[in-house]
């Protein structure tokens, strides 16, 4: 079974990454549990995310304590846990660095086996503003492949019609594409 643990602000789509990575996990005949974890309903908010995919039935209901993955969303999230050193206790990390090259040196300083990628210059770029999800999904499944990344794009068209459909999808293959390993 694999654990995702995602974090991020209200808005920049932690529910939604977890939904994608669900659906093309159903795709392939997995098994999944995707479900938020949130305070204060307000814009800007931190939110925590939880997905399990295994090819056998999920029995565990409960938030994840030890995740093989983190997928942490939020720069400036990323930024306060460095400063504190408390990253999440996670096999493989995966962060948007915004292109902050010394942020992903001060995260390789901290501990091995972390991913960077723009995620947000990725967003900027495709969207002319800051949606960072479809990104990591990408960048995620490129580090960890639990799904293809034809599963990702399908579920991506099915949950986003038309252009903007085309737009995601071409996120998720930038993020594949671009995220690297922060060597210490």
Known sequence: MWEIF????????????????SAAAIKE????????????????APV??????SDEPIEIHSSISKPDAAVIMDVNL???LVKSGSLPEAKLL????????????????????????????????IFG???VNTPMVGAL???????SLK???????????????????EAVRKAYESVEEVKP
């Open 94 to 125: 995966v962060v948007n660095n915004g292109g902050d090259k010394q942020l992903a040196k001060q995260i390789g300083s901290q501990r091995s086996n972390v991913w960077t990628v723009n995620a947000t210059g990725i967003s900027m770029n």
């Open 48 to 53: 925590r995310g939880y997905t399990r995919i």
């Open 151 to 169: 599963s990702v794009e399908e579920a991506i068209m099915e949950r986003f019609k038309g252009a903007l459909g085309e737009r995601n999808v």
């Open 29 to 44: 005949g997995k098994h999944v549990q995707a479900f938020p974890q949130f305070g204060a309903e307000r814009l800007g």
């Open 129 to 131: 503003r800051v949606i």
């Open 78 to 80: 990323l930024r306060d």
């Open 141 to 147: 499944i490129k580090v960890m492949p639990i799904v």
């Open 6 to 21: 995602w974090l991020g602000r209200a808005g920049q789509g932690v529910i939604t990454a977890g939904h994608i990575l």
